[in-house]
């Protein structure tokens, strides 16, 4: 139900948009957000955006690099990513829950949509 697309190959200082695309039903009233997991890593929260958009959280490695939004009449959110960092390699993936509190929590998803790969080359 939630299909993100957008990862590939990009040196560092570079851009990558992804996009995560919802179908089935509607997301528009959810929390979305986007985790990542790097090889051997534990999967590790990104940002979130609340149902309006109006609000939005981002982990302190990503602030000022990633914007995350979303558009409800699409049933879509994204991530720009600028600046990349070699870091910031990893499988991303875009996540729908029903609460608006612990945002950074991974139990607060209920939805998980298939991960696509960002790596970032030194």
């Known amino acids: 139900q939630l299909q993100a697309s957008g990862g590939g190959l990009v040196q560092a200082g570079g851009s990558l948009r992804l996009s995560c695309a919802a179908s089935g039903r509607s997301f528009s009233s959810y929390t979305m957000a986007w985790f990542r997991q790097a090889p051997e890593k534990e999967r590790e929260w990104v940002a979130s955006?609340?149902?309006?958009?109006?609000?939005?959280y981002y982990a302190d490695s990503v602030k000022g690099r990633f914007t995350i939004s979303r558009d409800n009449a699409k049933n879509a959110v994204y991530l720009q990513m600028n600046n990349l960092k070699p870091e910031d390699t990893a499988v991303y993936y875009c996540?729908?829950?029903?609460?608006?509190?612990?945002?950074?929590?991974?139990?607060?998803?209920?939805?998980w949509g298939q991960g696509t790969q960002v790596t970032v080359s030194s």
């Open positions: 996540a729908a829950g029903g609460s608006s509190y612990y945002v950074g929590r991974s139990s607060t998803y209920d939805y």
């Open positions: 955006i609340s149902w309006t958009g109006a609000n939005t």
